[in-house]
C-alpha cells in the first residue's frame, strides 16, 4: 500500500481539534429562504460540487467580491436564485440547459481562470433536471419527503437514481463506496435548516468524512497519513492521478479511516463529534493553511 495512517498522530491532531468551536453555515454565501426553493439550491449546488483546482484556479467576481472553488459556484447560484434568473430552480429548464448557459450562470460577473470540467457539469445539469421531473414532478420536496428523514435513505436515492452521484471505486476485486456528493447534500440541508424542516434527518452520525482532496491534503500536513515515496512525489509534482486508480481510492480511503480513527480518540478526550463535523473543522483548517500540493485526480465525484 502506499497510504498509511501514523497513530501517534491521530492522538495529536485529536487534541488540536478537541476544544475547536464547529464552524457555522455561511448564509452569506448560499441562498437560504427556509422554503422549498433552498432545497433546491442545495441540491443543484451538490450536483456541481466539484473540481475546482485547475490551475489557473477558477474563480469569479459576485457584488464585486472575488471568490473562488467552492464558494465562488455557491454565490454565482446564489445570485440566480436570488433574481430568478436564469430559471435554474425551474428543474424542466435544466433538462435542456444549454452550454452556453451554463457557462454565463457560472462566470458571475466575471471568470477569472477556465471553468473545469464545463461539458460535465452541462451533463449533470440536464440528468438532475430530467430526474426531478420524471420522478419528482420536478419538485425537491418530494425527493425529501421519499428519503423519511432519513440522511441515509436520500443518499440511497442520489445513488440510486442519478449516475453522477454514483461515486464508486473498484480496489483489488472490491467495490469501494465513497459517495461524497450524495452525503454531502444531507449534511448541508442539517447545517443550512439548522437540523429543522428539511434539515431534521436522522441517521447522519452513520453518514462518513467527505472523501475529497483537501481533506487529506491537511491529514497528510498533520502527519496523520503518510504516503510512500513513489505516491509523494507524484502528488507533490502535481502529476495527473487517474480517478479510480489504486493511488486514488488509498488516499481517499486513507482519508476516511483516518476521521474515524479521529472520532474515536476525541471520544476518549470527551468529545463527541459526528464524522461529517470532523470533516467540517479539517476541511476549514485546510482553507486558511499553506501546504504541500494536494492530489490531481480530474473527477466529478468531489
Known amino acids: 500500500m502506499d497510504v498509511a495512517i501514523n ?27 427556509g422554503s422549498e426553493r433552498t432545497v433546491s439550491y442545495l441540491l443543484i449546488l451538490d450536483a456541481l460540487n466539484f473540481c475546482f483546482f485547475p490551475e489557473p484556479r477558477w474563480q469569479v467576481i459576485v457584488g464585486g467580491e472575488q471568490v473562488q ?6 454565490l454565482v447560484l446564489k445570485q440566480a436564485f436570488m433574481i430568478g434568473e436564469p430559471p435554474i430552480d425551474d ?3 435544466l ?40 420522478v419528482y414532478q420536478g419538485k425537491a420536496a418530494n425527493l425529501i419527503e421519499d428519503a423519511g428523514g432519513s440522511a441515509i435513505r436520500l443518499t440511497e436515492l442520489l445513488v440510486d437514481g442519478f449516475p453522477s452521484f454514483r461515486d464508486e471505486a ?12 450524495a452525503q454531502i447534500l444531507a449534511s448541508d440541508l442539517c447545517a443550512s435548516f439548522r437540523g429543522k424542516s ?28 503518510d504516503y510512500s515515496e513513489a505516491l509523494a512525489r507524484i502528488v507533490d509534482s502535481k502529476e495527473w492521478i487517474c480517478a479510480g486508480s489504486v493511488h486514488e481510492v488509498e488516499i481517499r480511503a486513507g482519508m476516511i479511516v483516518a476521521v474515524e480513527l479521529l472520532r474515536a ?16 473543522l479539517l476541511w476549514n483548517m485546510a482553507q486558511r493553511r499553506e501546504m504541500a500540493p494536494h492530489h490531481r485526480t480530474l473527477t466529478t465525484f468531489y
Request: proline share 5%; charged share 30%.
Open 198 to 225: 428539511y434539515g431534521a434527518l436522522k441517521e447522519m452520525e452513520q453518514l462518513t468524512a467527505f472523501a475529497d482532496y483537501r481533506v487529506p491534503q491537511i491529514l497528510r500536513d498533520e502527519g496523520v497519513l
Open 265 to 280: 480518540a476525541l471520544l476518549r478526550l470527551g468529545r463527541v463529534l459526528l464524522s461529517i463535523e470532523i470533516d467540517w
Open 7 to 33: 497513530p501517534e498522530r491521530i492522538d495529536r491532531l485529536a487534541r488540536l481539534l478537541v476544544n475547536m468551536p464547529l464552524p457555522q453555515w455561511s448564509y452569506e454565501h448560499h441562498f437560504y429562504d
Open 170 to 181: 473498484w480496489y483489488i476485486g472490491e467495490k469501494i463506496a465513497f459517495y461524497k456528493r
Open 95 to 134: 433538462m435542456c440547459i444549454k452550454e452556453q448557459e451554463v457557462r454565463t450562470l457560472l462566470q458571475g460577473e466575471r471568470p477569472i481562470g477556465k471553468i473545469p470540467l464545463l461539458k460535465e457539469r452541462v451533463t449533470i445539469l440536464r440528468e438532475l433536471g430530467d430526474r426531478m421531473v420524471s
Open 91 to 93: 428543474f424542466s429548464y
Open 69 to 74: 472553488g467552492y464558494f465562488g459556484l455557491a
